[in-house]
């Protein structure tokens, strides 16, 4: 009975500590205690799973950090295209953290998987700073971090210039809700150097939080509100400066008029911008769409129309809690007690505008990217804080809510309702940990890591290309020159894009072709010195599904007249040269192709 007695009376007191948290509003420490503890979870988890997955590189991370090797060797990678490229579009402060990274001894590859679970913690931390800045209880400002960060390791865990955005996004709007200067111009500087369409997006609210419709006089011109505004201006066109400066060496920026006349910006194309009947869908797009990131975060990516229900539910979830929280500014001034209160005060009842100038900013800087499309890149860049403003905003909401219902009855509970309320606590708790542990790394791995090894075994000066997948790890993997591969083959900018296709022209020739002197003529423009081919290519001249979206509708017709030509002169070359066999792609040499090319013409063999 002893021990009976002494279990009801721990849990007695286990009961009523939860439903002390519970029902208190002024719990802190216990609260941001639980959310820093979430972001340590997720980042502990994310590197557990990222070191144990069998993947090597995250698919955008094979193009920011392709040119990287030159930091081990200045003479790698000299004069490559797709090095060069990706080096002039990596923002400076990101490259300058993947530089401080490998000062201190940590190569690319491997920062690339620690760096998303570094942010972890400090985005929760600020997710919850942010909600209570703007008047909600430390419970919901842990609720708030949790569906945050939930966002954020399933789908901001690219080692790439947007990892850095969900962290200072809130560092900026935590600025702008405690009236801070130089945090929040620090931020909006940090912001611009590595995502400048987001930081355009912040400059925005930045701007609009001058606007105070709820009170009199309507503009607020106070000294503080102009420093932030001010400093925040500047602070951004200092950090996006160099990032403009140097972006610009692959220019002209494509127009809509040369997508529509370019078949990788088709609807089967590497970068499907265009819709089946050619035209820019800026609501429901998959890469130009206005919803179409946190579309795909929050609904699932498909998307059939503008009235599709999920997209309307979207839409919902992203304007709901602004709306509310705004319109609360001006209840709140209607309140005598409320009017004298400062406007970051935690009250415990969520009100700001912040979050209705976020979709305002969001949706003109969109727009007006789509009018303008490719100029300032993709209207879904500016509406990215989309992904986790419902999160942040109307989730909480509803939170909030439940909060009003469930807190009084926690505090007039009986021991056995203290008791299920102690069960819900600690279940609700078990539920936000793994909700924040479902990780995502998302790290890719060659098909064949023999063919990489052998590539990367090459001399330093080597040039490789073909038609082949495992190319999409070249140069990150290899440290070779690669003449293109598709993932790394982006059109907006068709000075870089242009010289890629015209490569690409080449390698179709020299796959088709069964005239070898088109075959060394095509050879000898590309420097090349391997060229990999699929064995299946040998015996029917075709170009590979994944980069037929490249050619345009005349490339069927171009197949059909090389297959009535008989074989194709690689085909009958390929076994004198080939210098490897990796399942079923082989590695050609290319100088012993242009010889046999060379002694067939000599000898008049057609």
Request: net charge positive; proline share 6%.
């Amino acid at each position: 009975m002893t021990v009976s007695a002494g279990g009801a009376s721990r849990l007695d007191r286990a009961a009523s500590f939860v439903a002390g948290r519970l029902a208190r509003r002024d719990e802190d420490r216990f609260w941001l205690g639980l959310t820093l503890a979430a972001g340590i979870v997720s980042c502990v988890v994310f590197l557990v799973a990222a070191f144990a997955s069998h993947g090597i590189v995250e698919d955008d991370a094979r193009m920011f950090l392709s040119w990287m090797g030159r930091w081990d060797d200045p003479g790698l990678l000299n004069g490559d295209l797709m090095a060069d490229f990706w080096s002039s579009v990596s923002p400076w402060a990101f490259r300058a953290v993947y530089r401080a990274a490998w000062w201190l001894g940590i190569e690319p590859l491997v920062f690339a998987r620690i760096l998303p679970a570094l942010l972890f913690p400090p985005t929760a931390w600020l997710a919850y700073r942010f909600v209570r800045a703007i008047g909600a209880e430390p419970i919901i400002g842990f609720a708030a971090a949790v569906t945050v960060l939930h966002f954020c390791v399933r789908h901001s865990v690219s080692p790439t210039p947007r990892i850095f955005w969900p962290l200072l996004f809130l560092s900026v709007l935590d600025g702008l809700a405690r009236g801070r200067i130089l945090q929040t111009g620090v931020a909006q500087f940090f912001l611009a150097a590595t995502y400048p369409q987001v930081a355009l997006t912040t400059s925005g609210v930045v701007g609009l939080s001058l606007f105070t419709p709820w009170r009199r006089p309507m503009f607020d011109f106070s000294r503080l509100r102009i420093a932030i505004v001010g400093f925040a201006a500047l602070c951004t066109v200092a950090g996006v400066a160099p990032f403009i400066l140097h972006s610009d060496a692959f220019g002209p920026t494509a127009t809509l008029a040369d997508a529509k006349d370019m078949p990788v910006f088709s609807a089967t194309g590497r970068d499907n911008v265009l819709t089946p009947a050619g035209r820019v869908d800026v609501v429901c797009g998959d890469r130009a769409g206005l919803f179409s990131g946190a579309r795909a975060g929050i609904v699932g990516s498909d998307c059939t129309g503008p009235a599709d229900p999920k997209l309307i539910w979207l839409i919902g979830t992203v304007l709901l809690g602004p709306v509310v929280l705004f319109l609360r500014m001006f209840a709140r001034m209607r309140d005598p007690s409320e009017e004298a209160r400062p406007a970051t005060s935690q009250t415990g009842r969520l009100a700001s505008a912040l979050p209705i100038y976020i979709v305002v900013s969001a949706l003109v800087g969109g727009s007006i990217a789509a009018m303008v499309l490719f100029e300032l890149h993709l209207p879904s860049r500016y509406t990215r804080p989309f992904l986790i403003l419902p999160g942040l905003v109307t989730w909480p909401l509803a939170f909030e809510w439940l909060r009003d219902i469930a807190g009084p009855r926690i505090v007039r509970g009986t021991r056995s309702g203290r008791i299920a309320v102690f069960a819900t606590g600690c279940a609700m708790l078990l539920f936000a940990f793994v909700f924040v542990s479902v990780v995502k790394p998302s790290l890719r791995a060659p098909r064949d890591p023999a063919l990489i090894a052998a590539i990367r075994a090459l001399p330093k000066d080597a040039v490789v290309g073909g038609f082949v997948g495992d190319l999409d790890f070249s140069p990150v993997l290899t440290k070779r020159s690669t003449l293109f591969s598709r993932e790394l083959a982006i059109a907006y900018q068709l000075g870089y894009f242009r010289h890629l296709k015209a490569r690409m022209n080449a390698v179709r020739d020299i796959v088709l072709t069964n005239d070898p002197v088109v075959l060394a003529d095509r050879i000898r423009s590309l420097g090349l010195d391997r060229l990999l081919v699929h064995s299946q290519t040998l015996s029917k001249p075709q170009i590979p599904a994944d980069f037929r979206g490249f050619f345009g509708k005349n490339l069927t017709e171009r197949e059909r007249r090389a297959g009535e030509s008989g074989p194709s002169a690689l085909s009958r070359y390929a076994a004198a040269c080939e210098k490897g066999r990796y399942r079923d792609v082989l590695v050609l040499d290319a100088a012993c192709l242009v010889d046999r090319s060379n002694g067939d013409r000599n000898a008049g063999t057609p």
